[in-house]
């Protein structure tokens, strides 16, 4: 999923939102549409895994949208080192969402919704907002 679907409405309950995206033309999508908002997020065209890794403050808040593969080692150890407070997933493979959770196992599941977005399918979305 494209950063812009999130990070539009969370800039506007937050005084800094960063969205990292790896894809370039998902970046520029973000900018284009922060520009016409008029709103303020720090687009970064990077993976994940190597944004986080150059971080050193913790974040208040982790929202992490993964691919079918999951967070996958790098970015829960990342996660881990950094410790921010809350972490929502939005994962669409409970399998993946599974192992990620074992990961990042200091974290308590707060909250978990599970959203059928494509009925008589087994694709599930699953939404897990981890606290420490």
Same mark, same amino acid.
């Given at each position: 999923?494209q950063a812009?679907?999130f990070?539009?409405p %969370?800039?506007?309950?937050?005084?800094? $939102?960063?969205a $990292?995206?790896?894809?370039s033309a998902?970046?520029?999508d973000?900018?284009?549409n922060v520009?016409?908002?008029?709103?303020k997020?720090d687009?970064q065209?990077?993976? $994940?895994?190597?944004?986080?890794?150059?971080?050193?403050a913790t974040p208040d808040? $982790?929202?992490?949208?993964?691919?079918?593969a999951?967070?996958?080692?790098?970015?829960?150890?990342?996660?881990?080192r950094?410790?921010p407070?809350?972490i929502?997933?939005?994962s669409?493979d409970?399998?993946t969402?599974?192992?990620?959770?074992?990961?990042l196992?200091?974290?308590?599941?707060?909250?978990?919704? %599970?959203?059928?977005?494509?009925?008589?399918?087994y694709h599930l979305?699953?939404?897990a907002?981890l606290e420490?």
């Amino acid at each position: 999923m494209q950063a812009w679907l999130f990070a539009l409405p %969370l800039s506007q309950k937050f005084k800094k $939102v960063i969205a $990292v995206e790896s894809g370039s033309a998902a970046t520029r999508d973000l900018e284009f549409n922060v520009q016409r908002a008029g709103l303020k997020i720090d687009a970064q065209n990077s993976r $994940v895994e190597e944004y986080l890794e150059k971080l050193d403050a913790t974040p208040d808040f $982790v929202l992490a949208d993964p691919p079918r593969a999951g967070l996958g080692k790098a970015v829960t150890a990342a996660l881990n080192r950094l410790a921010p407070a809350r972490i929502t997933i939005v994962s669409c493979d409970p399998a993946t969402l599974a192992r990620d959770l074992a990961a990042l196992g200091k974290y308590k599941i707060a909250k978990m919704t %599970l959203i059928d977005l494509f009925p008589q399918t087994y694709h599930l979305e699953t939404i897990a907002t981890l606290e420490l």
